[in-house]
């Protein structure tokens, strides 16, 4: 299945604009599988300093094909003691 998926809020003209490009590009590609749209939840920084942190949370669901980037505090501070354990793990001695 080809997609696009949306994690913003998105108004009717812009819904109404990513429909016509699906369709497009469903008339023009090759394959004859149909591009679907999904609109997926996620969470909103509501803070100053987790955007790195959160960046690297929605790519990791995103490569998981994990599409519910829900989060709250406790998952991003789990998620910080991740990464601070995988720096360690592979820093150069």
């Known amino acids: 299945m080809l997609g696009l998926i949306c994690y913003k809020a998105i108004k009717t003209t812009q819904k109404r604009k990513l429909e016509s490009w699906s369709q497009f590009v469903s008339s023009k590609s090759k394959s ?40 709250d505090d406790k998952i991003l501070i789990d998620y910080r003691k991740k990464l601070y354990d995988l720096l360690i793990k592979y820093e150069k001695k």
Request: with cysteine.
């Open 32 to 71: 004859s599988n149909k591009w679907n749209l999904g609109y997926f939840k996620h969470s909103k920084q509501t803070d100053s300093y987790n955007c790195g942190v959160i960046c690297l949370l929605f790519l990791e669901y995103l490569l998981l094909e994990q599409f519910n980037c829900e989060y």
